[in-house]
């Protein structure tokens, strides 16, 4: 198993950034498809942005595109998420998981606990 610890969160004013940093506390995300979804107040959670287990592809929703970037550090054993000019819009927790080593697919099988991101107006 992987235990997933995401840090980063706070408030921040519209059009700054933020940078999310998730983190195995046990196991390794080496070789996990990983992603992070957001769940903001009243809403479902959603998914967000996506990184393959090597690295080498990135899937974003919509929303986020040109404004976040999601990559990986294997050598510190952490994935981020770099959120750039913010909307009010994208306040929520934001949620790290990982899929199990070699799997891929749409399936996430370990969450972090969230973190949250608030952007004022």
């Known amino acids: 198993q992987v235990q997933l610890v995401e840090s980063g969160g706070g408030l921040v004013q519209a059009g700054g950034p933020l940078r999310l940093s998730c983190a195995a506390s046990?196991?390794?995300?080496?070789?996990?498809?990983m992603a992070w979804f957001r769940q903001a107040p009243g809403k479902e959670r959603a998914f967000v942005a996506s990184?393959?287990?090597?690295?080498?592809?990135?899937l974003y929703t919509d929303s986020v595109k040109g404004r976040f970037t999601i990559s990986r550090d294997n050598a510190k054993n952490t994935v981020y998420l770099q959120m750039n000019s913010l909307k009010p819009e994208d306040t929520a927790v934001y949620y790290c998981?990982?899929?199990?080593?070699?799997?891929?697919?749409?399936?996430?099988?370990?969450w972090g606990q969230g973190t949250q991101v608030t952007v004022s107006s």
């Open positions: 998981a990982a899929q199990k080593p070699g799997v891929g697919g749409p399936r996430y099988d370990y």
């Open positions: 046990v196991g390794t995300l080496v070789g996990r498809g």
């Open positions: 990184i393959s287990w090597t690295g080498g592809s990135a």
